[in-house]
């Protein structure tokens, strides 16, 4: 096994993401059934039971690499890093290496549309055809989505299905494209807009579209690219340096296939094609993660209000925005979010416990066995941080 280091306070397009573009799963509640065993105190999770845990998660599941981080009142607690950057190869990772959050960076784009409503550029709750129409003066859109708002798609429950729209020929078709990614989410949000809704609004469908939607909005009323806003709006504001889309580039971690394959970031097969970007294309160093994970717990870049209204799911439904909202869990105190994401070569779980102000992250650049080391890496953290 091949390591650096640890920190402490105590002494995606290729073939298969084609056949399988979306495998950006939640964590359902079997991992939270696990935290809420018998459960040490915080005070004995020490440097060393950590690291063994991040250990144990890299020998029993073989990613590439495995990392991982806790932060407790807007201070890291632990950080570990394991394994290499590329299989085979012989650079280990960094504590500081860039890694992809995939569909984790949804609950940013949420937090970019919470930074709009603050503005006064769009509202609460605002009825989809009257954003739009701000937006994108004379774009058409069917009546079937009059009773809709834009909360519903980052809800995923507006009746926007992938399986109509995110077809492996549509991610083909934009991956070769040679218009640039705004052009690409404008035309998806024209011609889905022009349509009935594909299903009922308030049926819970996990999807990208949702997403690649609530993006162009933010273009249409920002006056700027996704990836702009993203600068201006969350990276430059929260001190995000190292924040960036698609696979990263460098000296860094490489993506790796199923069969654990090395895919090199300056390969279109990398990653998913831009125009998703809006829902799962960034990346950034676990310390500016952290950043992001912190702001969402804390007043400060958005208000308090804001913050509510992203963390809280609708009644009787299990997804906020941008994020997975499973209950109340004992060993938060409160209210747990959790939320995967992955473009099939990269894995990234987050955890958030808003009451306790506590954050867990653990990310791996091998998605196929990086997903299985990420969720037992993440039990043990939620473990010893059980009570306290």
């Known amino acids: 096994m091949v390591k650096h280091g640890r920190m402490s306070k105590y002494p995606d397009v290729r073939a298969a993401a084609l056949q399988n573009p979306d495998r950006r799963l939640l964590l359902g509640a079997g991992l939270f059934a696990g935290a809420a065993t018998v459960l040490p105190r915080w005070a004995i999770a020490r440097e060393a039971d950590l690291d063994a845990a991040l250990d144990r998660a890299l020998t029993t599941h073989k990613p590439a690499a495995l990392s991982g981080a806790i932060w407790r009142d807007g201070s890291l607690v632990w950080k570990g890093a394991a394994g290499l950057r590329r299989a085979g190869g012989n650079e280990a990772v ?16 949420a937090a970019v549309w919470a930074r709009f409503v603050e503005q006064g550029k769009v509202a609460w709750n605002e009825p989809l055809p009257d954003v739009v129409s701000r ?7 069917h009546g079937g989505w009059s009773d809709r708002t834009v909360e519903d798609l980052m809800r995923h429950r507006a009746g926007l299905y992938d399986q109509t729209h995110v077809t492996p020929q549509w991610i083909m078709t934009a991956a070769f494209s ?12 024209a011609s889905v807009l022009a349509a009935a809704p594909d299903g009922p609004l308030g049926t819970y469908s996990y999807g990208n579209a949702n997403y690649i939607l609530a993006g162009a909005l933010l273009e249409g009323l920002g006056g700027q690219t996704w990836e702009a806003l993203m600068q201006a709006e969350l990276f430059e504001p929260l001190g995000i340096g190292s924040g960036g889309f698609g696979a990263p580039k460098g000296d860094q971690p490489w993506g790796h296939t199923d069969a654990g394959t090395a895919v090199d970031p300056a390969t279109i097969q990398s990653d998913n094609p831009a ?11 676990l310390d500016d993660y952290g950043r992001f994970l912190n702001a969402m717990m804390t007043p400060g870049w958005l208000s308090g209000g804001s913050l509510s209204y992203l963390l809280t799911p609708l009644a009787g439904e299990v997804y906020a925005l941008g994020w997975g909202a499973p209950g109340v869990k004992a060993w938060a105190q409160g209210p ?50 059980g009570a306290n």
Request: glycine share 8%; charged share 15%; aromatic share 6%.
């Open 178 to 189: 040679k218009d640039p990614p705004t052009v690409q989410r404008h035309a998806m949000l």
């Open 336 to 385: 747990a979010f959790v939320h995967n994401g992955s473009n099939t070569m990269w894995f990234a779980t987050a955890v958030l416990a808003p009451t306790r102000k506590m954050a867990f992250v653990t990310v791996s650049n091998d998605a196929d066995k990086g997903g299985p080391a990420c969720s037992a890496l993440i039990r043990e953290m939620l473990n010893s941080a």
């Open 275 to 285: 125009v998703l970007g809006p829902a799962g294309t960034v990346h950034m160093n």
């Open 94 to 109: 960094s504590l500081t290496d860039k890694w992809h959050l995939g569909s984790n960076s949804k609950a940013m784009t």
């Open 135 to 141: 937006a994108y003066p004379g774009l058409t859109v």
